[in-house]
């Protein structure tokens, strides 16, 4: 069977797909050639359509063979033996992982916009692609959904080889395919026009399709008034400028500004998680780059505490000078690296800073500084992660601020575990609130 385009291969694949309309179903797609597919999936299920955001990990010396894939919310993929095959080494894993989450956060923005996500916990989550070859970006688009609590999982593609749908079947409860051709060969091959699909077409497929994600309006905690500022800006000091995103509630105790980790940026899921409970608290939050995109494939500036010290101090000045958000009282949450650079900042900032707040943070990174720091400071660590635990122990004790250490039982490192990052936080939402609404 050859497919004129998506949108035939995608109505074909529907008439498969009738049985699932009774499901409650969800359709996603893989951006960007699954997107045309799955409208047309949607449409005839009559159910929401969404995207999964993936992005394949291409071999460094042949981009086209992927040697693995990553997701959304942290989900990576490997495939040994291509990575065996190819030699890639540990280095190499890592500078290609950084520079595809780049371009994976740029997609959540572009497509989602203000735009929630339809929520798959408990439905039925079909995941559309135009076609599949080694897998790899099929695997972890199926191991997000499960992660965002799908109840049942279909794979439908309209061609792939038979033996990539046998290992697929591992991770989807049914997988559903037209042509499984063998010799395989490539997608493209089954398809009259196969030409690349844009990111104008995947955007307007989901502004069209019924029962896609609607715009997201966030509301201070306990009322119905809309937000004082939920805007994007961008950041500006002397030569510096860096995106970052400010959200003021009504009635705000206090600003707080993140400093991400390494290789993480403003679109840090668990961040943000963060964040959205401060807004809940009546604080207002500021996430922004430290790092523009090429730098943040450089370790050695992920590392440079003193330069992410600086884009923090920075970030601190142009926020003073916010028509809304200056006159408020500022703390820093820094995650990882962002936790010293956090530190840093905080012992050399000009004007006093209300509180800081480290998760699962390196303060070892900034050890000479620690004394200097006058704010309230709070260190969260996972009682599983023991390194980075022990490390905060000794910053303890360096610390003659104000300061508390909480340990969050059986987390580890990014506090993936059920709850944690919920307690995560609860105890900086209880801190921040404390330190900035009434600051000594």
């Known amino acids: 069977m050859r497919f004129v385009d998506r949108h035939d291969a995608g109505v074909q694949l529907a008439k498969r797909l009738v049985h699932l309309r009774g499901a409650d179903p969800v359709v996603v797609g893989l951006p960007r050639g699954g997107v045309p597919v799955a409208a047309e999936v949607a449409r005839v299920l009559d159910a929401p359509l969404d995207v999964i955001l993936v992005r394949k990990l291409g071999v460094p010396f042949q981009p086209e063979l992927g040697f693995g894939a990553i997701g959304e919310d942290g989900v990576r993929v490997l495939a040994p033996e291509i990575v065996q095959v190819g030699q890639v080494t540990d280095d190499e894993i890592a500078a290609v992982e950084a520079r595809e989450r780049i371009e994976l956060e740029r997609r959540i923005v572009l497509y989602r916009g203000g735009r929630d996500p339809v929520p798959l916990a408990g439905r039925t989550v079909v995941v559309v692609d135009d076609g599949i070859a080694t897998g790899s970006t099929a695997r972890a688009a199926l191991q997000v959904a499960r992660a965002h609590g799908a109840s049942r999982v279909v794979l439908a593609v309209p061609?792939?080889?038979?033996?990539?749908?046998?290992?697929?079947?591992?991770?989807?409860?049914?997988?559903?395919?037209?042509?499984?051709?063998s010799p395989f060969g490539a997608v493209g091959l089954f398809y009259e026009d196969f030409s690349a699909t844009s990111d104008e077409e995947v955007i307007a497929a989901l502004r069209s399709a019924i029962g896609s994600p609607s715009p997201r309006v966030r509301r201070a905690a306990g009322g119905?008034?809309?937000?004082?500022?939920?805007?994007?800006?961008?950041?500006?000091?002397?030569?510096?400028?860096?995106?970052?995103?400010?959200?003021?509630?009504?009635?705000?105790?206090?600003?707080?500004?993140?400093?991400?980790?390494?290789?993480?940026?403003?679109h840090s899921p668990r961040n943000r998680t963060v964040a959205t409970a401060l807004n809940d608290q009546r604080l207002a939050t500021m996430l922004f780059d430290l790092l523009e995109p090429d730098e943040a494939l450089d370790r050695a500036r992920v590392f440079d505490i003193g330069l992410l010290a600086e884009r923090l101090l920075g970030a601190t000045r142009w926020v003073r000078t916010h028509p809304v958000a200056?006159?408020?009282?500022?703390?820093?949450?820094?995650a990882s690296t962002g936790a010293a650079a956090a530190i840093a900042a905080a012992a050399r900032a000009d004007a006093p800073i209300g509180a800081v707040v480290s998760?699962?943070?390196?303060?070892?990174?900034?050890?000479?500084?620690?004394?200097?720091?006058?704010?309230?400071?709070?260190?969260?660590?996972?009682?599983?992660?023991?390194v980075v635990l022990e490390l905060n122990r000794h910053a303890a004790r360096?610390?003659?601020?104000?300061?508390?250490?909480?340990?969050?039982?059986?987390?580890?490192?990014?506090?993936?575990?059920?709850?944690?990052?919920?307690q995560v936080a609860k105890l900086a939402g209880a801190w921040f609130v404390e330190h900035l609404a009434t600051p000594g």
């Open 159 to 181: 061609v792939a080889p038979t033996k990539t749908l046998e290992a697929l079947s591992e991770d989807a409860d049914e997988v559903v395919c037209l042509e499984t051709p």
């Open 224 to 266: 119905d008034d809309p937000p004082l500022v939920d805007a994007e800006v961008e950041i500006s000091d002397g030569s510096l400028r860096l995106p970052g995103h400010l959200l003021v509630p009504e009635q705000p105790l206090g600003l707080v500004l993140f400093a991400h980790g390494s290789g993480s940026s403003r």
């Open 326 to 334: 200056g006159a408020l009282a500022i703390g820093y949450f820094g």
């Open 359 to 386: 998760r699962g943070g390196r303060p070892d990174l900034a050890e000479g500084l620690l004394p200097a720091v006058t704010a309230p400071t709070l260190l969260i660590v996972g009682g599983a992660d023991e």
């Open 398 to 422: 360096a610390l003659t601020c104000e300061h508390r250490l909480e340990i969050v039982p059986g987390a580890t490192h990014l506090f993936e575990e059920t709850g944690a990052l919920e």
